[in-house]
């Protein structure tokens, strides 16, 4: 008995010293975990800024140059083209824009020669002409 409480007396220090030094590892454990954790969640909200800051360029930049084109045929400039910069909502609506434009010259073409051959034939007519309608 005498033995066992020797070897006793010698392994008691030895488990405290362990179990002192495994609480102090996994107290240094989890400060690194926290650290991690916290790291990450501040580099994933930065690049969730940064994804949220350049889509909304391309959204303003967009909206810019077709604001820029409506003004500029508002004054009578057909010959705006708006650049098709996506496939999504903005893009289509650049694409629409840019057939309005495309169409709206080709009827202004066409009143044009209309108009043109309307003048000749004032031009070469000889008799009177006057036009009627039902009212």
Same mark, same amino acid.
Do not use: C
């Given at each position: 008995? &005498?033995r066992?409480?020797?070897?006793?007396?010698?392994?008691?220090?030895?488990? &405290?010293?362990?179990?002192? +030094?495994?609480?102090?590892?996994?107290?240094?454990?989890?400060?690194?975990? !926290? @650290?991690?954790?916290?790291?990450?969640?501040?580099?994933l909200?930065?690049?969730?800024?940064?994804?949220?800051?350049?889509?909304?360029?391309?959204?303003?930049?967009?909206?810019?140059?077709? *604001? =820029?084109? !409506?003004? /500029?045929?508002? +004054?009578? %400039?057909? @010959?705006? *083209?708006?650049?098709? *910069? @996506? &496939?999504?909502?903005?893009? +289509?609506?650049?694409?629409?824009?840019?057939?309005?434009?495309?169409?709206?010259?080709?009827?202004?073409? +066409?009143?044009?020669? =209309?108009?043109?051959? *309307?003048? /000749?034939?004032?031009?070469?007519?000889? %008799?009177?002409?006057?036009?009627?309608? &039902? %009212?």
């Amino acid at each position: 008995m &005498h033995r066992i409480d020797a070897i006793n007396g010698l392994s008691s220090p030895l488990q &405290h010293n362990f179990s002192k +030094e495994l609480a102090q590892s996994a107290r240094q454990i989890r400060d690194l975990l !926290a @650290s991690v954790m916290i790291w990450a969640a501040v580099l994933l909200v930065g690049i969730g800024l940064l994804l949220s800051w350049r889509i909304s360029r391309e959204v303003r930049i967009g909206i810019f140059n077709l *604001r =820029a084109a !409506a003004i /500029k045929v508002s +004054e009578g %400039d057909l @010959s705006q *083209r708006v650049e098709v *910069r @996506s &496939h999504d909502e903005l893009g +289509e609506l650049a694409v629409v824009f840019n057939d309005m434009i495309q169409r709206r010259q080709g009827a202004e073409l +066409e009143l044009r020669a =209309a108009t043109e051959f *309307r003048e /000749k034939v004032m031009q070469s007519v000889t %008799d009177a002409i006057y036009v009627t309608d &039902h %009212d």
